[in-house]
Each structure stands twice: as structure tokens, then as C-alpha cells.
């Protein structure tokens, strides 16, 4: 059994979750989100809480259910209060522009790299930071992987696109002839 997939989600006030057959919708002030079932756990929902429930006793069940848990919860917390991720560029001559919902970036190519953000998630430029906001989770986290792997940072100078908490372990440079 999972010790994730047993615990709880409350539902806060505002918050409208219907769920049948296998999908299950939320709707909360921020947007609304749906999502398919796994066939192998059911929800139960009452009043103020939803538990996720197993069909069996099997350890891939179980892993089911705490990653059913955990897709429910972020449901909740995307359409409650939404998710951010910000991203950092580093570099001489790296830099990102905004237009309408297309990201410009300058990364050292011989060509800017242009992105189109996909619906439902929307940034802010300042400067070399990227502030990506959205209520979908999974959708925020590829959004920012695709737009970091337009140039990785490297670990001799850092230059690249990164994560705001990443930290990078840097290599010595070539020692040079003795």
C-alpha cells in the first residue's frame, strides 16, 4: 500500500470536482483541468475530502494510487492557486524577448531560437529571468524542459539556460602546458 495514495485531499471552498466514469474534472477560480482515471483506483468523494482508492493489494496498485494522489492534488493546488516556474539565463549576448505569447531567445546560434508558448501557460521577461506561470503541472514542467534544452548550461563557464534553484557544478578548465 502507499503511504502517499492513503492520505486525504481536501477540497477547498470554491472548488467543484465531479468525477464519472473514469474522468475526473475540477473546476476552481483559476481555470479548470480533466483528467483520466487510472482503471485500477477509484475516487471517493465527500463532503470537503477526496481519497483515492485501490483495487487491490498489489504493489503496482499501490504505486497507482499514490501517483493518482499526487495527480489529484496538484489538480486542486493548479486550479486554487497555480503553479510558477522561473528559469535563468546566463551569458554574454544571451537574451529573451516577449511578444504576445512568443519567447525570442538570443543563445549564441547564428539564428534566434523563437517558442511559441503552448495555451495555458503565460511568462514574464525580466531581464535574463523567465517567470513561468500555469495551473497545469505537468504542461509547466515541459514547458520549462523544452525551453531549457534550447542550450543546457555548461559546466565550464555556466552559460546556458537553467533552472533559478539549480545549482551547476563547474569543471576546471585545461591546465595549460607546464
Not at 483506483?41 to 483495487?55: G, H, K, T
Amino acid at each position: 500500500m502507499s503511504r502517499v495514495g492513503k492520505q486525504r485531499i481536501q477540497v477547498p471552498d470554491g472548488v467543484k470536482v465531479s468525477y464519472s466514469g473514469c474522468r475526473l474534472t475540477v473546476k476552481g477560480p483559476k481555470g479548470e483541468l480533466s483528467r483520466t482515471i487510472h482503471g485500477d483506483v477509484a475516487l471517493s468523494i465527500n463532503e470537503n475530502f477526496i481519497q483515492v482508492v485501490p483495487s487491490g493489494r498489489s504493489k503496482r496498485v499501490g504505486a497507482i494510487q499514490g501517483l493518482t494522489r499526487t495527480l489529484v492534488s496538484n489538480m486542486i493546488t493548479g486550479v486554487t492557486q497555480g503553479f510558477k516556474r522561473v528559469l535563468e539565463i546566463n551569458g554574454v549576448g544571451y537574451r529573451v524577448e516577449l511578444k504576445s505569447n512568443v519567447l525570442t531567445f538570443a543563445l549564441g546560434y547564428s539564428h534566434p531560437v523563437v517558442y511559441k508558448l503552448p495555451d495555458g501557460i503565460s511568462a514574464s521577461v525580466e531581464r535574463n529571468r523567465i517567470t513561468l506561470s500555469g495551473i497545469d503541472k505537468e504542461l509547466l514542467g515541459s514547458t520549462a524542459a523544452i525551453i531549457r534544452g534550447f542550450r543546457e548550461p555548461e559546466p565550464y563557464k555556466g552559460k546556458g539556460v537553467k533552472y533559478a534553484e539549480e545549482h551547476i557544478r563547474r569543471k576546471a578548465g585545461k591546465s595549460g602546458a607546464k
